[in-house]
């Protein structure tokens, strides 16, 4: 792995269309040469694009797929081109899955983090009625990854119920504290899908700082960790 002036413009892995979005955008991934161990998604939240920002610079450094490591860089394009929390039909995608706690009440979130929340989003009708839930869903399924890295921000801490190896190296890499609950309830939620399917899924929020800062401070160690990842 290495950053180079020929690298930093474009990602030069090949990419291939799991699904399109509302407004007709395709819904791309990464995919590995072989068995996915590890699956890496950003952007499932239109308002956090840092999170597609920072994978798809460390992802730049790359000249060949990951053995046992794929990638979605964008889960929600419409969002990050609209500048809007939820797609296109304005649904919080990461409260449409089918989980046991799904509920179709309105979902708060804050417009900035200190603010009580003061924006609300439809789960969506019912769960999985939106198209990009219903791709990632397929895609999951087709992949059967072990674990998945869900990026969002930006609360700055490592969210999942337990400290396994993936938190624990993911704590390191970023300098973030574990957190076993978000502190509040996330009915619907991708996280909680993949709980129910066996699937460890790990929640990054990264902290809240400009993108050329968090690409200089991170992007190496993250681009360093994903190839150890994709060494096990």
């Not at 990461?94 to 046991?100: A, C, Y």
């Not at 799904?102 to 009580?116: D, N």
């Not at 929020?205 to 960790?225: K, N, Q």
Request: aromatic residues 8%; contains cysteine; glycine residues 8%.
């Amino acid at each position: 792995m290495k950053f180079t002036p020929e690298s930093r413009g474009i990602i030069r892995l090949p990419s291939s269309e799991y699904g399109r979005s509302v407004l007709g955008a395709p819904l791309l991934y990464f995919p590995c040469k072989s068995e996915c161990k590890l699956l890496v998604m950003a952007g499932i939240h239109g308002e956090e694009p840092e999170t597609t920002f920072l994978l798809s610079r460390v992802l730049r450094a790359f000249d060949e797929p990951f053995d046992s490591v794929a990638f979605i860089l964008c889960a929600n394009p419409d969002g990050v081109a609209l500048g809007t929390r939820g797609n296109a039909n304005g649904v919080d995608l990461n409260r449409n899955f089918r989980t046991q706690n799904f509920s179709t009440e309105k979902v708060g979130s804050r417009s900035i983090l200190e603010a009580s929340r003061d924006t609300f989003l439809s789960p969506g009708a019912s769960a999985e009625s939106e198209p990009e839930t219903q791709s990632l869903v397929a895609l999951v399924k087709s992949l059967k990854p072990a674990g998945v890295l869900s990026m969002h921000a930006p609360m700055a801490c490592v969210d999942a119920p337990q400290k396994t190896e993936l938190v624990e190296n993911l704590m390191a890499v970023f300098n973030l504290p574990w957190l076993p609950d978000i502190g509040y309830k996330t009915p619907g939620s991708f996280g909680t899908w993949c709980g129910e399917q066996g699937i460890e899924c790990v929640t990054l929020e990264l902290p809240r700082m400009s993108l050329e800062h968090l690409f200089d401070r991170y992007g190496c160690a993250f681009a360093d960790f994903l190839e150890r990842m994709a060494l096990r």
